[in-house]
Structure formats: structure tokens, C-alpha cells
């Protein structure tokens, strides 16, 4: 398994403002997701992120919204650019695992509440 | 593509009795399925796997789960409640790949409640 740490654990923001959230892994994976939980609801994947490539969004979510960055085999980070009330939600990045069994292995995740 | 159909978005069941929350999947190519468990406050936990080897999957904290084929069913279960069991409880698929890691299609969860 992995250890993943996200940055921040939870935030208070302003409409109209970006926050930039940080995931952190203990070892070089390939891929690592971006989900947003909605509040009461499951998970829904926003993007997949491979270092050295542009992410992959699904439908619904675009990069001017949610640029992401993959610098190295070990970081990501997401942002959630002019923030609307509707924003409000936890957002999770998992990795996949390097043993290639498609098990995803999920950080704590970030709290938003957009004001 | 694949899809999961969790029933009953809340279960209630009494300290000691037996666990069941229902998971049905839909995949045109053979799945991967997995539960996970996500506690107040906290991310997602890995619970157990299937990855086409033992249909009967037995997973961490008593949990087991057994993949049917002829029902597309991978539904839950742990012989005896605890009340640390209360939590949400999130089924998900995805594809088999050579390549590794797809992602993950979630289930609506459901969330356990334990009445001591």
C-alpha cells in the first residue's frame, strides 16, 4: 500500500477565490485521481493524472475549472479555480497501486466549504 | 463501461447480528470490484478486493464478499456486528487491464448504523 498525505485537510474560502490542494506519496507511482464527494453523495472522479502528460477529465470537468499539475512520480496538485458555493465538497486524490492490480489506495481528503 | 448499484442508502442493524449491504455491478468486460469504507472525517479504506482469483474474498475487520457471476453480485457481509463498524460503505468496479490502474466507478454507498 500506500501513504498519502493531502494538504489541506480542510479549507474556508471565499467565492471567487482558488484554492490549490497538494497530494503527497510515500513512493513513485504512475497514475494517480482526483474525486469530488459532494456532500451526502459518493465519489466522482475528476481527473486522471500521469506524470509527464496532460491530465484526462471526465466529462463534466475541464481543465480551466480544475488545472492539475503532475510534476514528478511522487506529487499532484489540483485547483479549484473561482469558486462558487457550489464547490463545496471533499476532494480526494488516490494512487494507484505499483503492484498493477488496480487497487487505489485514497489520502484523508480536503474539506472546501466556499462561502 | 462499467456501472454499481448499491441498495439501501442506509442500513441499520443491532451489535452482533449479521452485515449485509447489497452491491450489483454492471461491466461489459470482466471487473475488478472492490469495497471500501470511509469513517467520519476520513478518506476511503480498501476493505477487500476481487481480482479473479477466489470468488469468496475475505477483507480486514471480519468483512467478506462474495463475487457472483450469474447474479452480477458482490454484496458484503460480516457474521457479527460491532458498533465500530459504523460507517459508509462504498462498492466500486473497474475494468481489467493489462496496463494497470483504471479508475474506479462508485457505488451511491450506503451508510451502517449499529443499534447497541
Known amino acids: 500500500s500506500a501513504v498519502i498525505s493531502q494538504k489541506p485537510s480542510r479549507d474556508i474560502c471565499q467565492r471567487g477565490t482558488s484554492l490549490t490542494i497538494q497530494c503527497q506519496v510515500d513512493s513513485q507511482v504512475t497514475m494517480m485521481f482526483w474525486y469530488r464527494q459532494q456532500p451526502g453523495q459518493s465519489l466522482t472522479l475528476i481527473a486522471t493524472a500521469n506524470q509527464g502528460s496532460e491530465a484526462t477529465y471526465e466529462s463534466g470537468f475541464v481543465i480551466d475549472k480544475f488545472p492539475i499539475s503532475r510534476p514528478n512520480l511522487t506529487f499532484s496538485t489540483l485547483t479549484v479555480s473561482n469558486m462558487s458555493p457550489e464547490d463545496s465538497s471533499i476532494y480526494l486524490c488516490?494512487?494507484?497501486?505499483?503492484?498493477?492490480?488496480?487497487?487505489?489506495?485514497f489520502g484523508a481528503g480536503t474539506r472546501l466549504s466556499v462561502l | 463501461a462499467q456501472s454499481v448499484t448499491q441498495l439501501g442508502s442506509h442500513v441499520s442493524v443491532s451489535e452482533g447480528a449479521l452485515v449485509l449491504l447489497r452491491c450489483n455491478y454492471s461491466?461489459?468486460?470482466?471487473?475488478?470490484l472492490f469495497w471500501y469504507v470511509q469513517y467520519p472525517n476520513q478518506g476511503l479504506q480498501l476493505l477487500l478486493k476481487y481480482t479473479s482469483a477466489a470468488t469468496l474474498v475475505k477483507g480486514i475487520n471480519g468483512f467478506e464478499a462474495e463475487f457472483k457471476k450469474s447474479e452480477t453480485s458482490f454484496h458484503l457481509t460480516k457474521p457479527s456486528a460491532h458498533m465500530s463498524d459504523a460507517a459508509e460503505y462504498f462498492c466500486?468496479?473497474?475494468?481489467?487491464?493489462?496496463?494497470?490502474?483504471?479508475?474506479?466507478?462508485f457505488g451511491t454507498g450506503t451508510r451502517l448504523t449499529i443499534i447497541p
Open positions: 461491466s461489459s468486460v470482466p471487473p475488478y
Open positions: 466500486a468496479v473497474s475494468a481489467r487491464s493489462n496496463f494497470g490502474n483504471e479508475k474506479l466507478t
Open positions: 488516490s494512487v494507484g497501486s505499483v503492484e498493477g492490480e488496480n487497487i487505489q489506495y
